[in-house]
């Protein structure tokens, strides 16, 4: 059988970059959209979504720890840097952050089914730059569909390790595109979700049932996922992987969840009362963001520093001249000349372009 695909990674990292980017500010973008088309106030907004982002970013990363990893971390209080990610543990950070933030805010209104349909989109962008680096990938396979990474690839070392190819080999040998697969499943996810979107009748069960998906998605992808492209929990149980038990349980306990939301929620109109958020809690909550950042400038990736500087920096900013603003006449008085020395500048220029 001939193979058409064929990867090399020695560029790898550079997709895995830019997919990782464009991933992170389409859900970005798609949320921020949502939420200021629904009237939300911005700042709490934006907030609430740098925060979901944030512990997103630390979920994926924390979550790959394999055991020597944690033992540090228990030893020294110590979170040593790790290169490696993993969706799952991104997904419960997300959740973890939003709700936190939505809990110290008192922000009441529909927070987790803003993400329901840029989630799965955002996977399906990112799972490109995962076929292009060769992180996570499948088991051999003789299917006309199988890929071969080059002889720089994790692909090719463990084929080599395992003695399924030899050094005189120039690619590894085939094997299931994973990625693809996910790729395929989160956009068929995102497509249910939004046509699905107007009868749920419990809020956040749309959220609920989009990361259930995903999460049947994935128990079925890690049959034909190689062990070492796995971080931990692989050990077979029963015929099944420790992460798939784990999954299953969550699907069940899911469902359940699910269909008791549903069942004990009449549909009709919801009434939000005004949202009335302390400026005590929105600045606690951003000197916050703005420590965690800070202390883990060492430990985020540059890439990862640079997302969250791009969204804190001008939000922050924001905030604090308008707190300014509110609380000190002068601070008032000194917004206005600006404005007024602004309006008048243009003045002089639109007149001075008529002048002989």
């Not at 989009?210 to 128990?219: E, H, Q």
């Not at 990736?301 to 001249?321: K, N, R």
Request: charge should be positive; hydrophobic fraction near 50%.
């Amino acid at each position: 059988m001939q193979i058409l695909f064929i990867i090399e990674t020695t560029h790898g990292g550079l997709y895995y970059t830019i997919t990782y980017l464009t991933a992170i500010l389409l859900v970005a973008t798609f949320t921020i959209y949502i939420g200021f088309a629904k009237g939300y106030p911005k700042i709490p907004w934006l907030l609430l979504i740098i925060t979901g982002g944030l512990f997103f970013i630390i979920g994926e990363k924390v979550a790959s720890y394999s055991s020597w990893q944690w033992l540090k971390v228990f030893q020294s209080f110590n979170f040593p840097p790790g290169q490696k990610k993993t969706i799952l543990g991104g997904i419960l950070g997300l959740f973890a952050g939003l709700m936190l933030a939505k809990i110290w805010l008192r922000f009441y209104l529909p927070v987790l089914d803003n993400f329901s349909i840029a989630l799965p989109l955002a996977m399906a962008i990112s799972r490109l730059g995962c076929l292009m680096a060769g992180c996570c990938f499948g088991t051999s396979t003789s299917l006309p569909w199988g890929i071969k990474y080059g002889y720089t690839s994790m692909v090719y070392r463990t084929h080599i390790l395992k003695g399924i190819v030899h050094f005189h080999d120039k690619t590894s040998a085939a094997v299931h595109p994973i990625q693809v697969y996910e790729m395929l499943g989160c956009l068929i996810i995102a497509f249910l979700v939004w046509r699905t979107r107007a009868k749920w009748k419990a809020s956040e069960s749309l959220f609920l049932f989009s990361v259930l998906c995903y999460a049947g998605l994935r128990f079925l992808v890690e049959f034909v996922r190689d062990p070492e492209s796995s971080f931990s929990l692989t050990q077979v149980f029963f015929g099944l992987k420790i992460i798939q038990w784990i999954i299953m349980i969550f699907i069940i306990s899911g469902i359940v969840l699910l269909v008791a939301r549903e069942k004990n929620t009449k549909r009709g109109p919801v009434i939000y009362r005004p949202l009335r958020i302390s400026n005590f809690r929105l600045t606690i909550l951003t000197l916050f963001l703005y420590s965690v950042v800070l202390a883990g400038r060492n430990w985020f990736t540059s890439t990862e520093l640079s997302l969250l500087l791009i969204f804190l920096v001008p939000v922050g900013f924001i905030f604090f001249l308008r707190l300014y603003q509110s609380y000190t006449p002068s601070g008032l008085s000194w917004a206005e000349s600006v404005l007024k020395k602004i309006t008048n500048q243009n003045k002089i220029v639109k007149t001075g372009n008529h002048l002989p």
